[in-house]
């Protein structure tokens, strides 16, 4: 599903056919993928079927990741919303590299959680990490989410690492907001 979210939000908006090429590329790069794992199955049908699924699956909802300058830098996605329990998982991925490190996931994150709290009226947002991506788990930890449980990697994941389940709560969220709406208008370098 697409929500059109240009006009409210600096570092994500609505994602466009043109975001494909990028985002295909960047899930070819083993140290991007390293930690956010592999979005296509490499045939270009199976890569298309991913594709018209983020853009209109009502379970879904994917996001471009840019900078402040409109520059496409990464993609993020709530999915496996269930609207009836309020829930989504998010995820997130800067498949740049030249702009790792400089807040933009941080960012990213923090207008997510605005889109899921305050426009869409969701409750929780859940991820799954690997234990041992300490960078993205900093960038959960100060946008508020908070560590519940190891899980066992299954599936392609199987073996390579355990994985931190983290939560945020809409009712945390408020909270932290007056200090994420200070840091942001920081701009990022």
């Not at 929500?3 to 140290?31: F, G, M, P, T």
């Not at 999915?79 to 829930?87: A, V």
């Amino acid at each position: 599903m697409v929500l059109d979210v240009s006009s409210h939000y600096r570092y994500i908006r609505k994602l466009q056919d043109s975001d494909l090429a990028s985002i295909a590329l960047w899930d070819r790069d083993d140290e991007v993928t390293l930690f956010s794992g592999k979005k296509f199955g490499g045939d270009a049908v199976m890569n298309a079927a991913w594709w018209r699924d983020l853009l209109t699956n009502p379970l879904r909802i994917g996001f471009a990741v840019q900078t402040v300058n409109g520059v496409l830098i990464g993609d993020a996605e709530l999915e496996h919303i269930t609207w009836r329990n309020g829930e989504a998982e998010l995820r997130i991925s800067i498949g740049d590299k030249r702009h790792w490190n400089q807040g933009y996931g941080s960012r990213a994150v923090w207008e997510l959680l605005d889109v899921a709290y305050e426009r869409i009226g969701l409750q929780r947002i859940y991820l799954r990490v690997k234990k041992d991506n300490q960078r993205a788990i900093r960038v959960y930890e100060k946008s508020g989410f908070k560590k519940v449980a190891m899980l066992c990697a299954t599936g392609h994941l199987a073996g390579e690492s355990e994985l931190v389940l983290m939560e945020s709560l809409a009712y945390q969220y408020s909270t932290l907001r007056a200090l994420r709406d200070n840091w942001m208008l920081t701009p990022s370098k």
